[in-house]
């Protein structure tokens, strides 16, 4: 099996032997070169074609966001990794970056006290996005071993007694921002039931990413607060290193936060949400799921699915990495598999029945547009 070849564009010296040193020890891992500026990282691209970079977000003399749409030009599949600060001015970059094109971002260690922790801190978010994102070529072994690993017993879909959708919930991880946005682009303001997201993001990035979505979508979006009350019409992002669950308090329903322990290595986990939304809306319930790595939402899509709810998912050629979706798509839970240009359209379709909403305009609009 061919290594992955990942080129490393960082100002720090410090940084760059950080990253060589954990690449390096994997051995489907090859560290191509360093780079400590943009002149260096794009001479290097050009010269070897690496299969990944990851890139600093804050560099000198050429910004990260800069050399980011240099790449794209020369080389507009190349996975770039963005290595970000958890700061709000590294955040608000990185949504940027994403927005350019970058696939996806690893944040740098604060906080943890010794070389040791940080080297694995690095690892755990890192390796996973190069493998998933550095092998496009193998991507067919790869879904092979991915349908293996779901070997769950099988699902009991209880007898559907009502096609109305009250809740609309959603997961997503690697490529989520940009497929969020590009979803919500043609929703309303009014739109007829409360939405609920779990972005796979670290506390700062929800936060703005919601800001983001507000700014250049109809639809309202908010990160959750503990205890909050949601309605039809808005839209709730979990915020980071959270979980997020809906309670149902006699008419009311409510949102939960916790920091219990990650599910799927993940806070927040899409699973969390979709059992809650399972048990307090049951068949009334419309899950998406949509790109992201791992298997976060396959444990919480059968929670729905037995509930009678509705679940559908983004397909594999508009996503960056067909891993949540793939696994609920696997595990036969999914009504509908689609392109992500047209899961509007189907969500509005599935939720106009008696709302005031003209979902099938909205939907007919979408589609030939």
Not at 46 to 51: G, H, L, T, V
Not at 153 to 177: E, K, M, Y
Not at 215 to 244: N, Q
Not at 257 to 286: H, K
Request: net charge neutral; with cysteine; glycine share 8%.
């Amino acid at each position: 099996m061919r290594k992955t070849r990942v080129l490393i564009v960082d100002d720090s010296a410090v940084i760059r032997r950080l990253l060589t040193d954990i690449l390096s020890a994997d051995p489907e891992v090859e560290v191509l070169g360093t780079a400590p500026n943009a002149a260096v990282a794009i001479a290097k691209i050009q010269q070897a074609m690496p299969d990944v970079v990851t890139l600093d977000v804050e560099m000198p003399e050429v910004s990260g966001l800069a050399l980011l749409a240099q790449i794209r030009k020369m080389a507009p599949r190349l996975p770039v990794i963005m290595f970000s600060s958890l700061t709000q001015r590294a955040a608000s970059t990185t949504l940027e970056a994403l927005a350019l094109g970058a696939a996806d971002y690893v944040t740098k260690p604060t906080g943890t006290g010794s070389r040791e922790a940080s080297i694995e801190q690095v690892r755990a978010q890192l390796l996973p996005k190069i493998k998933a994102l550095g092998r496009p070529a193998e991507s067919g072994a790869a879904r092979t071993n991915l349908a293996g690993l779901v070997q769950n017993p099988p699902v009991t879909i209880a007898r559907r007694r009502s096609q109305r959708v009250d809740v609309l919930t959603i997961g997503c991880s690697t490529g989520g921002p940009n497929a969020l946005a590009a979803l919500f682009r043609d929703f309303p303001a009014n739109f007829p039931v409360p939405v609920l997201i779990v972005q796979h993001m670290p506390p700062l990035f929800t936060e703005l990413l919601a800001q983001r979505l507000s700014a250049t979508c109809k639809p309202h979006f908010h990160e959750a607060r503990e205890g909050e009350e949601i309605s039809a019409g808005g839209v709730w992002i979990a915020p980071g290193d959270y979980h997020m669950r809906v309670v149902r308090e006699a008419d009311r329903l409510k949102l939960t936060l916790n920091r219990d322990p990650p599910e799927n290595s993940c806070r927040p986990s899409a699973d969390v949400l979709f059992r809650s939304v399972a048990a307090a809306y049951g068949a009334n319930t419309l899950a998406v799921v949509l790109t992201g790595m791992g298997q976060d939402g396959l444990h919480g899509s059968e929670a729905i699915a037995a509930a009678g709810g509705q679940i559908v998912v983004q397909d594999e050629p508009t996503s960056v990495v067909w891993g949540m979706p793939g696994f609920v798509a696997r595990a036969g839970l999914a009504e509908k598999i689609l392109p992500l240009g047209d899961l509007a359209a189907e969500i509005f379709l599935r939720t106009r029945g008696g709302r005031p909403v003209n979902a099938a305009a909205l939907a007919e609009r979408h589609h030939v547009g």
